[in-house]
């Protein structure tokens, strides 16, 4: 009845966290997206519902199941941008019997796993439920099985500050009720990077050309 479902890409070094490479450099960017990635599904899994684990690119899979194991679902992403990727998920979801679906990225990884517990509360009585990030973007959004709108999915100007405005205005014009959860900071820049790095800063030895922890260790990054 209810399902959280988990979009990531394989860590890829040149492929993954663009913008935070600028920043880091490529293999320091893959490192963190990969835990990013550890540390979402870590939270996710803490509630015991179903996860199903949305992955690109496809033929990846076989990687991607070496990384994460080999329990649980695994399906590939589908669609011409990220809106169509999500909108499928979706529609799987709920062709396959969920009532209640959460859909989460993996760049806010210590978002409050209690977001996802009141999202799915929340749609006994809404039908979508957004989780703002602070660039304007969102870092969750889950719907209902009665409330799906695929109008939430097209028409938004992906990798914009206009991308929460332009989804809340299109559940607005279906007539759905929406719920907003509090705002989160998600990492896809330096300056998001430092601020997770103020809360963790044990994440500052991903920066390391061998990848090993330093507690404690200020991030230098490249320039």
């Not at 209810?2 to 600028?22: D, H, Q, S």
Request: proline fraction near 6%; include cysteine; aromatic fraction near 8%.
């Amino acid at each position: 009845m209810r399902r959280i479902i988990v979009f990531l890409k394989y860590p890829e070094p040149g492929r993954v966290k663009t913008r935070l490479a600028a920043a880091v450099g490529i293999e320091a960017a893959a490192r963190l997206a990969r835990h990013f990635a550890e540390e979402t599904l870590a939270a996710v899994r803490q509630l015991g519902l179903p996860v199903e684990i949305c992955f690109a690119p496809a033929e990846r899979e076989a990687e991607v199941r070496a990384w994460l194991g080999q329990s649980g679902t695994y399906a590939p992403q589908h669609g011409a941008d990220l809106g169509e990727r999500m909108r499928n998920a979706f529609i799987e979801a709920f062709r396959q019997g969920a009532e209640r679906v959460v859909l989460v990225g993996t760049d806010a990884p210590d978002r409050p796993v209690e977001f996802l517990s009141e999202a799915l509360a929340r749609l006994a009585d809404h039908d979508a439920v957004l989780g703002p990030a602070l660039d304007g973007g969102y870092h969750l959004i889950a719907m209902r099985r009665a409330g799906f709108t695929p109008a939430a999915f097209a028409g938004i100007a992906w990798s914009t500050p206009r991308v929460l405005a332009q989804t809340i205005e299109a559940l607005r014009r279906a007539g759905r009720l929406t719920h907003v959860l509090p705002p989160w900071r998600d990492i896809d820049d330096r300056a998001g990077l430092d601020a997770y790095m103020e809360r963790h800063p044990r994440v500052a030895g991903l920066l390391r050309d061998d990848g090993t922890f330093v507690r404690g260790e200020p991030c230098r990054m490249k320039a």
